[in-house]
C-alpha cells in the first residue's frame, strides 16, 4: 500500500493548500494513504511562517480526524506531527505530543543554536561556520534527539547539504552511530524526496545512508515533505528504487505510534 507520510498544510505559513486537497491529491496519485506532518508550534521563535501557533494545533488535530471519517473509504488519514528537536524546549514538545492522539511523531533538527540551519533566510551564516564541525554537531544533535525517546521518526537524516555546501570528512562513522541509535530505540528514519527540490538536487539520505540502514536492519519509512497539493507523492518512485537497490524488503509505517512493517510496494 502506497501512502505518503510528511506532508505539510498551509497551517504552517509556508506551504499552500487545504487538507482537503492534499487529500484529493493523495487519492489521484495512487496513494491510499495520507499521513499530515505538518510543523507543531515551534516555540524557540514567535514567527508564524515558521509553523502553526499553539492556539491553532487542536483545530489542526480536529481537522485531520474530521478529514479521516470523511474519507473513510478512499484514503487512510494518519494524524501525525513534525516536531522540532531543541534542548531547550523539549519538556514542552513531551506536553504537546502527549495531549493529542497522534498516530506518530517526525523529529527533525532544523535548528542548531539559534541558527535555523535549513532556512534560506539564514543561508549566510554558512560562511561563518566550518563545514566539518557543523556536519558532526548536526549528526550528533540527530542522536541526542533519537535518545529523548518522544519520537517515531527520524525525518531527513542529512538535511544539512540542503544547500549543497558539503563536509569534506567521512560522514559514515556518524551515520552508523546515528542509525544504531535508530534501531536500539525502536524507531526508523525517513527517506524524503524534498532535496531533490532543492539545490543539493538529491533525496535525503544521501544512498550510502540508506545502504548502512539496510546492513543494520534500521526500518525506513518515505515522505515528500510536501509544502503543496502538487508535491504529494512526489518522486517516490526514485525513493523506492533506492530502498530495493540497497537491500530493502520493507516500508515502516505507524498507526497509535506502533511501528509496522508492510512489503515494499510496487515502484510505479
Ligand atoms: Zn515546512
Ligand atoms: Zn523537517
Ligand atoms: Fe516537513
Ligand atoms: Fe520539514
Not at 20 to 27: F, G
Not at 36 to 60: I, V
Not at 134 to 148: G, K, N, W
Request: with cysteine.
Amino acid at each position: 500500500m502506497k501512502g505518503d507520510y510528511h506532508i505539510h498544510t498551509h497551517l504552517c505559513g509556508h506551504a499552500r493548500g487545504s487538507m482537503k486537497e492534499y487529500a484529493e491529491a493523495s487519492i489521484e496519485r495512487g496513494c491510499s494513504r495520507i499521513g499530515f506532518a505538518d510543523h507543531l508550534p515551534m516555540l524557540f521563535r514567535d514567527d508564524p511562517s515558521l509553523s502553526m501557533s499553539e492556539d491553532e494545533l487542536p483545530g489542526y488535530v480536529d481537522e485531520v480526524l474530521g478529514l479521516r471519517e470523511r474519507y473513510e473509504k478512499d484514503l487512510s488519514v494518519l494524524l501525525g506531527i513534525e516536531a522540532d528537536y531543541h534542548p531547550s524546549t523539549i519538556e514542552k514538545v513531551a506536553e504537546m505530543i502527549d495531549a493529542y492522539p497522534f498516530d506518530y511523531v517526525i523529529g527533525s533538527v532544523h535548528v542548531l543554536g539559534d541558527w535555523l540551519f535549513d532556512d534560506p533566510r539564514e543561508i549566510e551564516r554558512y560562511d561563518d561556520v566550518d563545514l566539518n564541525e557543523l556536519y558532526i554537531d548536526y549528526f550528533r544533535t540527530q542522536e541526542s534527539m533519537v535518545q529523548t525517546g518522544l519520537f517515531d521518526v527520524v525525518s531527513h537524516p542529512d538535511l544539512v547539504k540542503k544547500f549543497n555546501l558539503r563536509a569534506s570528512i567521512d560522514l559514515k562513522p556518524h551515520y552508523k552511530d546515528l542509525l544504531r541509535k535508530i534501531k536500539k530505540a525502536g524507531m526508523c528514519y525517513e527517506i524524503n524526496t524534498a532535496g531533490l527540490r532543492w539545490q543539493v538536487s538529491e533525496m535525503y539520505p544521501e544512498p550510502d545512508f540508506v545502504r548502512l540502514g539496510a546492513e543494520l536492519g534500521v526500518p525506513v519509512t518515505y515522505g515528500s515533505d510536501a509544502h503543496c497539493p502538487e508535491d504529494v507523492g512526489r518522486d517516490f518512485d526514485k525513493a523506492l528504487e533506492l530502498m530495493k537497490t540497497s537491500g530493502y524488503l520493507e516500508l515502516a509505517h505507524f498507526s497509535q505510534r506502533i511501528l509496522r512493517l508492510d512489503p515494499l510496494p510496487d515502484s510505479k
